[in-house]
Nanobody, 115 residues
């Protein structure tokens, strides 16, 4: 059974940094694409950043220059380094992975940046 487990969330002061991690377990298959989505209160879930197995990245305009996504294929782990955090970054952050044509999600982890 494939599982995605996020860690690293919490309360962060404006301008601060946070590093999210997501470990994928239960599969030995390659993971072509991994990503982080986020859902702010009363808003739809949106892509924050994604990364392919070759390291090609994609970012939402709202996080470009502040967030960095990376992955360790040997550990089936994807990271999201978040810098210069703003109150509008407050959201639940969800790890996402595409494996053998299926899509998997983590349970979500909350990041709160107070105004």
């Amino acid at each position: 059974q494939v599982r995605l487990v996020e860690s690293g969330g919490g309360l962060v002061q404006p301008g601060g940094s946070r590093n999210l991690s997501c470990v994928v377990s239960g599969t030995s298959s390659a993971i072509p694409t991994m990503g982080w989505y986020r859902q702010a209160p009363r808003k739809e879930r949106e892509l924050a950043a994604s990364i392919t197995s070759l390291g090609v990245t994609n970012y939402a305009d709202s996080v470009k220059g502040r967030f960095t996504i990376s992955r360790d294929n040997t550990r089936s782990t994807v990271y999201l380094q978040m810098n210069s955090l703003k109150p509008e970054d407050t959201a639940f952050y969800y790890c996402n992975a595409h494996i053998l044509g299926d899509e998997y999600w983590g349970q979500g982890i909350q990041v709160i940046v107070p105004s």
